[in-house]
């Protein structure tokens, strides 16, 4: 996992826009699925190297970790720019509320609608691991 850290913030550093210009990304976050939790801590937070005898020092940047429980893959994690906004969240329609009697009771019905679009608008910024 440390290595394949270390080419995700490697790949996102050298990236360049379409006129062949350095993006400047600057990776912030691990994103990690629930299985990844403590090695992504063990990862961020130990002064050595993980899993080795050695005495290396730890050279994987300080970033914010964000656990996701709702990712898929146990063994795929991403490393994202946490100043580019990919994935948005967009009303169509906002929420409104009403309500009607029922005919000959005491009792309303009530109901609501909403209307909304999710996905992404670019996917620079963001590089993930196979698993």
Known sequence: MIRAVKELITLLRKTVSDAGTPVMIQPKQLIVPVELDFTANALMYSAGLIGTAN???NTIP???????NYLTSPTAFWVKDATTR???FKWR???WFDSMDIAKTPDKFFYGYARWTRGYDD???IAGSEG
């Open 55 to 57: 005495n290396d020092k």
């Open 62 to 68: 300080l970033m914010e970790l964000v656990v996701m």
């Open 86 to 88: 990919n994935l948005v």
């Open 93 to 95: 329609e906002k929420p």
């Open 123 to 125: 996917v620079a910024g």
